[in-house]
């Protein structure tokens, strides 16, 4: 989902530049990688610190999604993700002296804290004195004909986002692992209509879980989905590979996601054994210099909340880095 676009010139705002604005000789106190919640976060906080910032926005990623994100304090009737993105780019135009927004995707970066570093795409080199990525996850849905206007509005991968949501209503979980299980059971708690759905040839459910799907009457149905039925992104039925249709009214995805973690491993930064990038609770990575926020950092709690939170955390400690020594207190 997080794929290179680079968007025309005439749909930039106020605080995006032409692709060439930033020349090779100029340098960014901090290159934001990631223009999701977490990096607008980091690209807000370091322009009210007054610092040079090139935020890059590709247009894709979760928050791009049709998904109401009702977790968030001060919007009692929920916002949608890509309003929060729209509004969050709209407050970084306040600041065009300070924020550059580039549409391309990073291809590649090299450099360390000391000397600097320099990113690249396609022939284009920017030069930035921190780093900060927030380049998120790649989800694994389900793929079927007419299957991606149905993320956000019928199906989803968080029971914490759009559980409630869904109560008493038909519930799909799509997934082979003990997760999957977990999470059938999770939403049972919510409605009595779970169904699961292995997706793969594999069934990774073990007898414990299997055990306590059947004691809930959860069904378990190792079969491969092959289409669906859905109307302006509803979900009203999937087909399988073995001729069922499971009608429904959403589908949770527990089919995993990927750390889009490329330039976290060109850049030499310690990794878990997830793929996630260790930081400490100043998001600090292994690198100094460089920072990351957002689901790039975590297995679990990917929240929109969580990533606000840690872009933000994440811009103080960078602009904390930038200080000459007479300004710091160490």
Partial sequence: MNRSTDGPADDRTAAEVADTAAAPAEVADAAVVGAGPAGLSAALYLARYNRRVLLFDTGHGRSTHHQVNHNYLGFPDGVPTVELRRLGLAQLARYPQQVRVARHRITGVRGNGADGFVLAAQQHRWRARTVLLATGVLDHFPHFPGWEPCVGRSMFWCITCDGWENRGRRVLVVGHTDAAAGEAMQLHALTDDVTLLTNSQQDGISGKFRARLRAAGIPVLHDRLRGAEAVDGRLRA????????????????I???????????ELGLKLADTGHIVVDTEQKTSVPGVYAAGDITSLHSHQVTAAVHEGAQAASAANYFLYPPELRAD
Avoid at 255 to 265: D, F, I, K, S, W
Wanted: aromatic share 4%; net charge positive; glycine share 8%.
């Fill in 238 to 253: 999937v087909l399988t590979e073995r001729g069922r249709r499971i009608a429904l009214d959403a589908l949770f995805s």
């Fill in 255 to 265: 089919q995993g996601a990927t750390p889009e973690n490329v330039l976290a491993r």
